[in-house]
C-alpha cells in the first residue's frame, strides 16, 4: 500500500479488507505497485490451501505472475508485534506478517 502509515490499533487487532483484495507471490511486483515514500506490504502466511485465496493467474494480462484473490471481508491478523522496517535508498517498507482469515 502506498503512503499509509501502520496504525497501532491494527498491529493489536486486526483489520477487515471490505474489497476484494488481490495478492501476488512476487515480492518484486508488490514493492512496484506499493512504492512510495512510506509503503506497507503485507506478507500473508497460511498453514493450509483452504486459506488461501483463488488462484487467478490464469485470468491475469500478466500470465507470468502468480494472482491469487481473496473475498471481501477477509481479516488479517497480525502475526507479530510489530513490522519489520526494510530501507532500500529513499524507500521504507514496513512489512507485516498476516494470518488471513476467510468469511
Known sequence: MKDVKVPAEFMQKGGTELAPMSTTT????????SASS??????????HYMKRGADISF????????????????FLHPVNDAPEVVTLGAR????IDVEPVLP
Open 59 to 74: 485470468l491475469s494480462a500478466f500470465p507470468a505472475e502468480k494472482e491469487f484473490l481473496f473475498p471481501p471481508l477477509t
Open 26 to 33: 512476487d515480492l518484486a511486483t508488490a514493492m512496484i505497485y
Open 38 to 47: 512510506s509503503s506497507v506490504l503485507l506478507c500473508l502466511r497460511t498453514t
Open 92 to 95: 521504507t517498507f514496513f512489512v
